[in-house]
DNA sequence: GTGTTTGTTAGAGC
DNA sequence: AGCTCTAACAAACA
């Protein structure tokens, strides 16, 4: 379950070693993945150069450049989903992982891999890189993600928090650790309504959802055992993963419920459903 | 076997 | 009509 901070610093990993390079030749192991085709990926990938490697919401956004100038501008779109996990392997002859599924060599010998044992994981290739990002939501750590905005969102519908903050098209990057994280910091329980928010309560949100997300992201992320190894964030998570504990705030014990169908760790006594102010 | 995870979709309900 | 919620689904693993 690779989140927003995790695929950050996957971007920030494998970015600067993907830039420059030429594809050279596309693999894919389990076909449903890649979108349109594997014969339609090569066409429009193969003899491209990656110019850039960027992350909006959970996607991993791979922007190429053929011979025929700015016209020419094919993206791979990554998708880690549950289980997907992406690396650059500098020699081609490198271990491969268990459930390698796409991979893309490039003219110098290095391969970028993408390993997903669920394979929900998706690949998408496409010179309209818009049609599959703009309807995701705002990017909660632009500057344009302002307390002001989160408020608008909140109070234009009538939704518990939870899932609310889930839907990647209100806020996109959000999943099921950093949404319990940003709850609890900010002292909110997962079933409130979110037009019933107070300006301070919206306050505290915004600034736990672009805490938490900062926090995990100059950590490296969570590990996720062999899905995401790597981050140290699980170290300061404070409520995701710890029923049973103690909430670090109030010495209440951190509880797991279950709203719309996600587990979900809350403290019950500093994120009560009412009485907060 | 059971539970867990993401995002999409279909259908029900208000 | 439009919004919200629920269930189902894809698949693997501990």
């Known amino acids: 379950m690779p989140e927003l901070p995790e695929v950050e610093t996957i971007v920030r990993a494998v970015g600067p070693s993907l830039r420059g390079k030429r594809i050279a030749r596309i693999e894919c192991r389990y076909l449903p993945m890649l979108r349109p085709g594997l014969s339609a990926a090569r066409r429009a990938l193969v003899g491209c150069v990656v110019v850039g490697c960027r992350r909006r919401g959970k996607f991993i956004v ?4 053929g011979r025929g100038g700015i016209a020419d501008s ?13 690396h650059v392997a500098q020699d081609g002859r490198a ?5 390698e599924r796409l991979v893309l060599r490039f003219d110098d010998g ?46 234009g519908r009538a939704r518990m928090l939870k899932p609310l903050l889930l839907d990647q098209h209100v806020i996109a990057g959000l999943g099921n650790i950093y949404t319990d994280e940003s709850l609890h910091r900010a002292g909110l329980n997962p079933r409130r309504r979110s037009d019933t928010l107070s ?15 900062r926090e995990a992201i100059r950590f490296q992320g969570t590990t996720i055992d062999a899905v995401y190894p790597g981050g ?14 103690r909430c670090g705030r109030c010495r209440g014990v951190i509880r797991r419920i ?17 009485g907060n102010a």
């Open 74 to 86: 094919p993206y791979l779109l990554i998708h880690l989903r549950m289980s997907g996990r992406l």
């Open 232 to 245: 140290r964030m699980q170290e300061r998570l404070r409520a995701y993963g710890r029923a049973g504990s």
């Open 95 to 99: 271990v491969r992982g268990r459930h």
């Open 258 to 274: 279950v709203v719309s169908q996600r587990g979900t760790f809350i403290c019950s006594r500093c994120q009560p459903l009412r």
């Open 110 to 155: 290095s391969e970028l891999r993408f390993d997903d044992a669920r394979k929900f994981g998706r690949a998408i290739v496409t010179i309209r890189p818009e049609e599959m990002l703009e309807t995701l939501g705002v990017e909660p750590l632009a500057e344009e993600f302002t307390s002001g905005r989160l408020a608008a969102l909140l109070h």
């Open 62 to 65: 791979i922007e190429s450049r």
């Open 199 to 213: 300006p301070r309560e919206v306050g505290r949100l915004h600034r736990a959802i672009r805490t938490a997300l």
